[in-house]
């Protein structure tokens, strides 16, 4: 079971998440993925929400014409990291075997 909001009764509901991982990813999918919105899986989750509340990820984004540089890749390691909670020490591990996908701002 994952807290990401789009996980509902079992399924996956986010449109950009399913054609990656299907309608209904495991909870280590869950974890890796780009479009999770739940609790904070680590520091990665923290900084992206920080530079999204204060429009960081938006300059970002209108600087390198949409990409911002590797933000996901970012992400995943500082949630790797410094991970809370479960993610404990397997979250870098699935991390480097899961693909999440890409996801800006």
């Known amino acids: ?5 789009h996980h509902v009764g ?3 509901t986010n449109a ?8 209904n990813p495991s909870a280590g999918v869950c974890r890796v993925c780009a479009h999770y919105e739940g609790p ?3 520091l990665g989750d923290t900084v992206h929400r920080l530079a999204r509340a204060t429009g960081v990820a938006r300059v970002a984004r209108a600087l390198t014409g949409g990409d911002c ?14 991970a809370y909670g479960d993610g404990g020490n397997d979250a870098h591990t699935v991390y480097e075997e899961g693909d999440a996908g890409d996801e800006h701002g």
């Not at 540089?69 to 790797?80: D, F, M, P, S, V």
């Open 10 to 12: 079992g399924a996956c």
């Open 16 to 23: 950009l998440a399913l054609p990656l991982y299907g309608s």
């Open 69 to 82: 540089g590797g933000c996901e890749q970012r992400r995943k390691w500082l949630n790797g990291k410094v």
């Open 40 to 42: 904070g899986r680590g």
């Open 1 to 5: 079971m994952t807290a990401c909001a």
